[in-house]
């Protein structure tokens, strides 16, 4: 070690650490392309913002896409006890096999398959959570120089995987005034020879919409006539409030390859766990010459899931009680409507219901707000008058908005509620006459 750190620094010996041409300057250790390819635009965006709540007032921060941040939503009991089972036997401290083990696959397999969309234990991989699941996807189809399709708004971690692979990413639209619908005219323009594939999110994160069947059939349409292989972000799998259905894209194609995205983290309330899933529904053989092996190869760089929880799985899926699927989703449903009641009242906001996942995107009229310039001011200075904490949708590519998160207490709704209201009034249209407003 000595000898090979001096000889690095003294240079002229004959060997290749010494070639002076290869010895550097000084101690300044570069990193890799990849590193400097990689940028969390949610990051980027909230470590530059000044985040200083109110003393006066207790902060409530609905920004975090976390339902265990509260403490008012827990994991079902059962499934706690399922991992503390598993752990009591000692026969899940080895390795696990790299897509998972063969018992896990079979229970996703099982519990997701339908005559639409079959499944197996050969189509299920496991991941670190869904976003080792979606990282599997985007590595396994798009090389450097290619793009991949994502919506806007969106969750940004697309972005952060592809570009550090020198992927690039397009943004599609969704239509606030069609409940988020895809723009499907305008998802076409983008596509070109390097278009490796078109990532759906349903339910969505960060709009909480739900796609109906029918928008699912057009948007296959679409990629089957493209010859376009989807990314299915399915993560809120059958999150959805009482009227409205989730329909998984693969049960409602025979002919378009799908990969689809699942996990633990937000159906179990348990996101620290980091299980995710990838789904592969291929009828006709699109991703067997290929991709499958592709996607065995991938898993092997990480292992996936602690061994704990993947041994636990067939039992967190059988003994769930159907109860607690539903108990969650009515209080994020009866939040959501509260929220929007209270806020839709605020002159300069306006909210667009959600039907699903957690979230509600609020849009912000911003030229009556003339002392802010972008939702990223709008939202720090909510946060340091009133201590609530709203995350701006520039982190979703989507400015004038910001996202709330509504898996909080009720009583903490109607708080934040009445903070925003006292905090618009002030700010609304400030020195102006125009409409007399406030
Ligand atoms: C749309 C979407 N996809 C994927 C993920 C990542 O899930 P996980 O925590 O299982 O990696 C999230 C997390 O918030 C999400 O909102």
Redesign the pocket.
């Known amino acids: 070690m000595a000898s090979s750190s001096n000889s690095y620094v003294n240079g002229n010996r004959n060997c290749h650490g010494d070639n002076p041409q290869v010895k550097r300057a000084k101690w300044v250790v570069p990193s890799s392309q990849m590193a400097k390819n990689t940028h969390n635009p949610i990051r980027q965006i909230v470590d530059n913002m000044k985040i200083e709540p109110n003393p006066e007032k207790k902060m409530i921060a609905l920004s975090i896409?976390d339902p265990t941040v509260f403490g008012n939503l827990e994991p079902p009991r059962e499934i706690e006890e399922a991992v503390i089972d598993c752990i009591h036997t000692r026969k899940y401290n080895g390795y696990a096999p790299s897509i998972g083990y063969e018992t896990a696959r079979a229970a996703i397999a099982k519990y997701y398959t339908s005559p639409e969309a079959p499944l197996e234990a050969k189509d299920v991989i496991f991941g670190?959570?869904?976003?080792?699941a979606?990282d599997l996807c985007i590595s396994v189809l798009a090389n450097p120089g290619q793009n991949i399709l994502v919506p806007r708004p969106g969750?940004s971690?697309y972005k952060t995987l592809a570009e550090s692979i020198g992927v690039e990413i397009r943004h599609y639209n969704l239509l606030p005034e069609r409940c988020w619908e895809i723009d499907l005219e305008n998802l076409q323009s983008l596509v070109d020879e390097n278009t490796a594939a078109v990532v759906v999110?349903n339910p969505?994160?960060p709009c909480g919409s739900v796609f109906t069947k029918e928008h699912i059939q057009d948007i296959l349409r679409v990629a089957e006539r493209l010859r376009l292989p989807i990314v299915a972000?399915e993560?809120?799998a059958d999150m959805v409030f009482s009227g409205h259905s989730f329909h998984f894209m693969a049960s409602l194609t025979t002919e378009v390859p799908i990969l689809s995205?699942g996990?633990?983290?937000?159906r179990y309330i348990v996101?620290g766990w980091?299980?995710?899933w990838v789904l592969i529904h291929d009828r006709h053989g699109a991703f067997e010459a290929e991709v499958r092996n592709g996607l065995l190869r991938l898993s092997q760089r990480i292992l996936g899931p602690n061994t704990l929880i993947q041994a636990a799985i067939p039992r967190i899926l059988e003994e769930t009680p159907q109860s607690f699927y539903q108990d969650t989703m009515a209080l994020v449903q009866r939040n959501a409507e509260l929220f929007f009641n209270g806020v839709s009242k605020i002159p300069g906001l306006s909210p667009i219901m959600p039907c699903g996942a957690m979230y509600m995107m609020v849009g912000i009229d911003i030229d009556k707000f003339p002392e802010f310039s972008s939702d990223v001011e709008f939202t720090q200075r909510l946060v340091s008058e009133q201590s609530v904490f709203c995350l701006p949708a520039s982190c979703f590519q989507y400015p004038n908005f910001f996202r709330v998160v509504l898996t909080l207490p009720a009583e903490m709704v109607s708080e934040a509620c009445e903070r925003i209201q006292e905090f618009c009034s002030q700010h609304y249209m400030v020195g102006s006459s125009a409409n007399g407003a406030f």
């Open positions: 896409g670190s959570g869904c976003s080792g979606l969750f971690l999110n969505s994160n972000d993560i809120y995205c996990g633990l983290a937000k996101p980091r299980v995710g």
